[in-house]
């Protein structure tokens, strides 16, 4: 795809990347530009799929919360943060490592060992917090990160939940699974989480 843009670029933001690539003074490095264009699939496509499976899979496990959502679209919003807090698409981030020594909840970590962050279990760090309600007034999550590291994209991964979500339950009313639950398959990565495939069913509607 880089090369392609190089060849013929366009009003993209991959063509823009490239250009900064190709300039004299070297800003961008083969690696670099590779890397940013791989981060930008995973972090700016496939969270926000797996941000829309899960909240979908949530809501048809959860049908008195898809028909408050119904009632009130107001609360679609509000609901995009309960879906991030109770299931994230992002599920463990990637390796830390302890640049010190220190004692965290009664463990042990020395300098140098591997520190993995698990943001679904963040979510639920609290009373109340396992169960789904698209009402709850503050539902604080991790899901775009924190402080220096935040996602750049979240205002955008808001939108498109709250548009989509908002879209599914007013055009399809009575979505179901076509499967159980038991069988659906997850991506096995171990950063990412979501439904390999969500398969539903629903009653086609003549005008």
Not at 99 to 127: H, K, M, S, Y
Not at 157 to 182: K, Q, S, W, Y
């Amino acid at each position: 795809m880089l090369a392609a843009k190089r060849r013929e670029p366009g009003d993209d933001l991959l063509s823009a990347l490239v250009a900064v690539h190709d300039e004299a003074d070297g800003r961008l490095s083969d690696t670099e530009l590779l890397g940013t264009a791989v981060l930008l699939i995973v972090a700016g496509h496939d969270t926000t799929v797996n941000l829309l499976a899960n909240a979908g899979l949530s809501l048809l496990r959860n049908r008195d919360q898809a028909d408050l959502l119904r009632a009130d679209p107001s609360l679609l919003p509000g609901a995009v943060e309960e879906f991030l807090r109770y299931d994230a698409p992002v599920e463990f981030t990637p390796h830390r490592y302890a640049a010190e020594d220190l004692e965290l909840a009664g463990t042990r970590i020395r300098r140098g060992d591997i520190v993995l962050l698990a943001l679904t279990a963040a979510g639920r760090d609290g009373e109340d917090l396992e169960r789904l309600d698209v009402t709850r007034p503050d539902a604080r999550h991790v899901s775009f990160g924190h402080g220096i590291h935040y996602c750049l994209g979240a205002p955008l991964a808001r939108l498109e939940g709250a548009v989509a979500i908002g879209l599914l339950l007013e055009r399809f009313p009575d979505l179901e699974l076509a499967v159980p639950v038991e069988e659906l398959r997850w991506h096995p990565s171990g950063i990412t989480r979501g439904p390999v495939s969500l398969p539903v069913r629903w009653t086609a509607r003549t005008p």
